[in-house]
């Protein structure tokens, strides 16, 4: 890619922009941006990845645009930007050079970019139908890392199952509670329990903690218990369907990622944001 003369298209920069979005909450995509240099954006509210879209254009759209995309994108996945997590960033590196290798490009994991001989030409053995499906709902990354290559070979059945199982584990860690299913979702999720979403004060705050409980548990009760009892061929699910459920669990993921973790016991709290 010749940064001087070509520029990337806007199906490209949506594609970054979604990972971005899913990397970052708002506030941290108003740092990111200060990070890259470019502190005028903050931003405004809006749905995460169509505000860094329109960000993203007005950069390219300046002085110097692609070279700052470029810039953005080794910012992004540098390896700084991801000390305790070293699975995401993987999957950050491999979801980015899946857009930048049609320009010549590939980012390295220590964040510097290399010029490849060749663009490539056509979609990778990855870009099934199956595998447009799944990325175009980009999903949480711990879904990605469960289930992607079990719906991409069209096992929808253990692609949700899996995520469930996932989800569970990732409840049951954050939370510090031994039990599982709709015990563990209940007893983490309740007004008593150690994850909160929100301070608990006003009947709003109240009912969106609740919400999310039940949502929990219903998503246990719905997929984990029935699997667990019920032999495959009798419990099936097709790819529409499969495709619903993961998106529910990447939302619940997301819910959980902004919980806090707070000790009944002392006044110590820990984890997401709340």
């Given at each position: ?42 931003h ?39 000390y ?44 099934s139908?199956?595998?447009k499906?799944?990325?175009s ?54 007004l ?78 820990r984890?997401?944001?709340?």
């Open positions: 890619m010749n940064l001087e003369k070509e520029t990337f298209t806007s199906s490209a920069l949506e594609q970054i922009s979604k990972i971005i979005g899913d990397r970052y909450t708002g506030s941290e995509i108003t740092s990111f941006f200060e990070k890259c240099g470019f502190p005028e954006y903050v405004d509210g809006a749905t995460k990845w169509r505000f860094v879209k329109r960000v993203l254009h007005q950069i390219q759209n300046s002085t110097y645009g692609s070279y700052n995309i470029v810039k953005i994108i080794k910012i992004l996945c540098s390896p700084e930007e991801f305790t997590n070293a699975e995401l960033h993987r999957d950050i590196i491999n979801s980015v050079n899946e857009v930048i290798e049609f320009y010549g490009l590939r980012i390295n994991t220590d964040g510097t970019i290399t010029y490849l001989r060749e663009k490539r030409s056509k979609p990778s053995e990855k870009d139908e199956d595998a499906l799944f990325a709902r980009t999903l949480h990354h711990e879904i990605v890392k469960h289930s992607k290559v079990l719906f991409v070979e069209g096992n929808y059945f253990h692609a949700v199952f899996e995520s469930c199982k996932a989800f569970d584990k990732y409840v049951k860690e954050k939370s510090c509670i031994d039990k599982h299913g709709t015990d563990l979702m209940s007893a983490a999720l309740s008593k329990g150690p994850l909160k979403l929100n301070k608990q004060i006003t009947e709003t705050e109240k009912n969106e903690q609740e919400g999310l409980m039940h949502l929990c548990m219903g998503l246990m009760r719905a997929i984990r218990n029935p699997e667990s009892h019920e032999p495959k061929l009798d419990w099936n699910i097709n790819r529409e369907d499969a495709l619903d459920i993961l998106s529910l669990i990447s939302f619940l993921y997301r819910r959980i990622d902004k919980t806090i973790y707070f000790d009944m016991t002392s006044t110590n709290s984890g997401g944001k709340a």
